[in-house]
């Protein structure tokens, strides 16, 4: 009895930690374990009422930054073309923060205890962030494509322009505009 206590405790976890594999429907993301809707769903809805980023804002964010990875990394580069070495930058978990970024943003917040591997941390980071975004270079806050470059590029990079000439960055933020728009319509069909 205790063994299978074990091993559907494990299961339970193991499903969990896992993204979801529906990404491309954010009723679906919601809906794919059990409990997401609420807490998942709460946390999105909690995070836009306290900084004005609507969902759909949210989640085409950590959609294009991690895919709902709670473990995501950048790729580690090539030491002599062919040995794993450093990865190119700290940024981990759902939100793919940087380390320097998350430590701001926990001293700012008095958020000492959450975690970029935890998915309503990260989704309070990402709206924290994008607020930040509204006041520093005064983006819309509805505004995707906008608010993706800036999380992208860094408040400093989005305010010299530097999305004007980095193809890699506008195209990430078309990619966050484009499912973001998606997943509003996919909220009013399912009534979230």
């Known amino acids: 009895m205790q063994r299978a206590l074990f091993i ?23 809906d794919q374990r059990d409990g997401w809707f609420n807490s ?20 085409a964010t950590v959609y294009t930054e991690s895919g709902f990875n709670a473990r995501a990394k950048p790729p580690r580069t090539k030491l002599l073309g062919f040995i794993p070495w450093k990865r190119a930058s700290t940024a981990f978990g759902y ?18 205890y959450a975690r970029r591997n935890d998915f309503g941390d990260a989704i309070h980071f990402i709206g924290w962030y994008h607020a930040k975004s509204h006041q520093v270079n005064g983006i819309a806050l509805n505004d995707t494509y906008n608010l993706y470059l800036a999380y992208y590029l860094g408040h ?22 484009n499912m973001a728009m998606k997943y509003a319509a996919q909220m009013q069909a399912c009534g979230r």
């Not at 559907?8 to 919601?30: E, H, Q, W, Y």
């Not at 998942?40 to 995070?47: E, F, L, N, P, R």
């Not at 836009?48 to 989640?59: A, K, Y």
């Not at 939100?95 to 001293?107: E, V």
């Open 156 to 177: 400093g990079g989005y305010s010299k322009g530097l999305g004007r000439t980095n193809a890699q960055a506008q195209q990430a933020a078309r990619r966050a505009a």
């Open 8 to 30: 559907v405790a494990l299961l339970m976890l193991g499903s969990c930690a896992t993204a979801p594999t529906r990404i491309n429907d954010v009723c679906a993301v919601f």
């Open 40 to 59: 998942w769903h709460g946390a999105a809805k909690s995070t836009e009422r306290e900084f004005g980023v609507p969902v759909p804002i949210l989640m």
């Open 95 to 112: 939100s793919q923060a940087l380390d320097g970024t998350w430590t701001r943003y926990q001293s700012e917040t008095g958020r000492w």
